[in-house]
C-alpha cells in the first residue's frame, strides 16, 4: 500500500513564495517518477512538474522559470518551489507517483494566491 501525504498549502499574496512537500510511504520500487499536478476550480487536472528517479525535470510552460521541484529519493520526498506566484496559480495541488504504469494520488492540498 502505497501513500502520499502532502504538505506547504496555503494562502500567499502575488508575488509570494509558498514550497510543498509530498511524502511518499509504503512499497515503493526505487525507479519512479513524482510529479505535482495541479486543478483550478472548474478546470481539468494539469501536469505542473515531474522528476524522474535519475534526475530528469520537466515543467509545465506555464511555470518555468517560477516552480522549481526537487527530490530526496532516501526520503522518498518530492517538492515544489513556487515562486513570483500569481492567481492564476490558485488551485489544489496534487502530488504524484508514477511507479511502472500504477499511478498513486495524494489527496491535495489547496494554495490560494490573493490580495
Known amino acids: 500500500q502505497v501513500q502520499l501525504v502532502e504538505s506547504g498549502g496555503g494562502l500567499v499574496q502575488p508575488g509570494g513564495s509558498l514550497r510543498l512537500s509530498c511524502a511518499a510511504s509504503?512499497?515503493?520500487?526505487?525507479?519512479?517518477?513524482m510529479a505535482w499536478y495541479r486543478q483550478a476550480p472548474g478546470q481539468q487536472r494539469e501536469v505542473v512538474a515531474t522528476?524522474?528517479?535519475?534526475?530528469?525535470?520537466r515543467y509545465a510552460d506555464s511555470v518555468k522559470g517560477r516552480f522549481t521541484i526537487s527530490r530526496d529519493n532516501a526520503k522518498n520526498t518530492v517538492y515544489l518551489q513556487m515562486n513570483s506566484l500569481n492567481p492564476e496559480d490558485t488551485a489544489v495541488y496534487y502530488c504524484n507517483l508514477r511507479i511502472v504504469n500504477m499511478d498513486y494520488w495524494g489527496k491535495g492540498t489547496l494554495v490560494t494566491v490573493s490580495s
Open positions: 522528476a524522474t528517479s535519475g534526475g530528469r525535470t
Open positions: 509504503g512499497s515503493i520500487f526505487s525507479i519512479n517518477t
